[in-house]
């Protein structure tokens, strides 16, 4: 089963928050948009400046994060991403989610794959469902 990482479940398994999704171990294969470091080190940078975490803590997040990155596909943000952004969706969404829920709709329609969506994020969330994703968080 092949499951679409949005970046706020990456942050809650690195972070091992308490309300992160569990049987996640379930999946054989995540694939997420590019843009999923981009936003998860972006948080931790944004945790340290904020001292919610240490210097120590940073680093050693940091290189979490970079091991589960390399485990995950991740797709390019391709003109075609960008183009299917730029249309319209089922609930408004910020643009970085517009980008993640057009990258997992670009791979279901090239692949032929049946993805379950994973976020944290409930506009998300509801967008993936209404376009037939199964969803988890």
Not at 76 to 94: A, G, Q, W, Y
Request: with cysteine.
């Amino acid at each position: 089963m092949i499951a679409y990482l949005d970046s706020s479940v990456l942050i809650r398994i690195i972070f091992r928050e308490p309300d992160r999704i569990e049987k996640i171990d379930k999946f054989n294969s995540f694939i997420s948009s590019r843009i999923i470091g981009v936003e998860c080190f972006r948080t931790l940078h944004r945790l340290y400046q904020e001292r919610k975490i240490t210097e120590a803590e940073l680093v050693k997040k940091s290189g979490e994060l970079r091991n589960a990155i390399s485990e995950i596909t991740l797709i390019d943000v391709s003109t075609s991403v960008l183009n299917r952004s730029m249309e319209s969706f089922p609930i408004h969404l910020k643009s970085l989610d517009a980008i993640h829920l057009s990258s997992s709709i670009l791979w279901r329609e090239t692949r032929g794959e049946d993805i379950t969506f994973l976020t944290h994020d409930d506009k998300l969330g509801k967008a993936a469902a209404i376009l037939n994703f199964k969803i988890m968080g």
